[in-house]
């Protein structure tokens, strides 16, 4: 929920943390606070993994097109 968010971003911001995380409602994804607050959501971390996965030759982006789309704004 938004709500949630909110306080995920300012726990962060008040506890002076590196990293912030949640859970969905069923627990099967996070989502990431960093230092500044900012909120990272499944997809946006499944790119950071991407490229970083990318990066180390262990993935080809262009077989994942839906990732290339999400990659290219990294």
Known sequence: KEENMKDLHA???TEKADLG???????D???LSDEK??????????AICAK????KKM?????LPSL???????
């Open 11 to 13: 726990k962060v911001l």
């Open 21 to 27: 995380i949640a859970l969905d409602g069923d627990a």
């Open 29 to 31: 994804r996070i989502i």
């Open 37 to 46: 607050g900012e909120i990272l959501d499944g997809d946006e971390i499944i």
């Open 52 to 55: 970083e996965l990318q990066r």
């Open 59 to 63: 993935l080809k982006i262009h077989q």
């Open 68 to 74: 290339q789309r999400m990659t290219s704004d990294l």
